[in-house]
């Protein structure tokens, strides 16, 4: 992990990324409802407003490593979505390294609430967001997905779903 830099993520990231999603459930299960399939790089952009949200990569040279965004939610309320990790470099901690530097970038924006939505079958992603201090704040939805939000920025405000 010593090679991975962060930064904005860029359209051409996306043409990596898209070949990391294996069918239409994956792309759903990724990024949500809603997107075309098959996917490429430059309509993935689009769909998941990558240059109008928030949108960060881990890189090593120009290759992504893992991929990220900051949805804002409300007035200081912001959330992570659509976290993926280059297959390949999976279980080498880039996931936590990814979401560290999400939860930063939402902290220097002066944020007061942070949550995520996880697929309940998600366990290793489930497992992450705990380590990281993610509670449970809801209950599944009809697709399994389970709203979380992180403990740390809760005591200032009402626990209301995201």
Same mark, same amino acid.
């Given at each position: 992990m010593a090679d991975a830099r962060w930064r904005p993520a860029l359209p051409t990231? =996306? /043409?990596?990324? *898209?070949?990391?999603?294996?069918?239409? &459930?994956? $792309?759903? !299960?990724?990024?949500?409802?809603? =997107?075309?399939? @098959?996917?490429?790089? @430059?309509r993935l952009w689009r769909e998941i407003d990558g240059g109008g949200l928030l949108s960060f990569c881990l890189v090593?040279?120009?290759? @992504? $490593?893992?991929?990220? &965004? +900051? /949805? /804002?939610?409300?007035?200081? !309320?912001? !959330? +992570?979505?659509?976290i993926i990790v280059s297959p390949a470099r999976r279980? &080498?901690? +880039?996931?936590?390294? =990814?979401?560290?530097? +999400? =939860?930063?970038? *939402?902290? &220097?924006?002066?944020?007061?609430r942070v949550t995520l939505n996880v697929f309940t079958d998600n366990g290793t992603a489930i497992d992450l967001y705990r380590r990281l201090g993610f509670t449970e704040c809801g209950s599944a939805d009809s697709r399994g997905i389970r709203p979380m939000q992180l403990r740390q920025f809760v005591a200032n405000v009402d626990n209301d779903l995201p």
């Open positions: 990231d =996306l /043409v990596r990324i *898209a070949e990391w999603i294996g069918s239409a &459930q994956a $792309l759903e !299960h990724w990024a949500g409802p809603g =997107l075309s399939w @098959p996917t490429d790089g @430059p090593s040279g120009s290759e @992504p $490593l893992a991929f990220g &965004q +900051l /949805v /804002v939610k409300g007035e200081r !309320h912001y !959330h +992570l979505a659509r279980r &080498q901690g +880039l996931g936590e390294a =990814l979401c560290r530097r +999400l =939860l930063d970038e *939402a902290r &220097q924006r002066r944020a007061e």
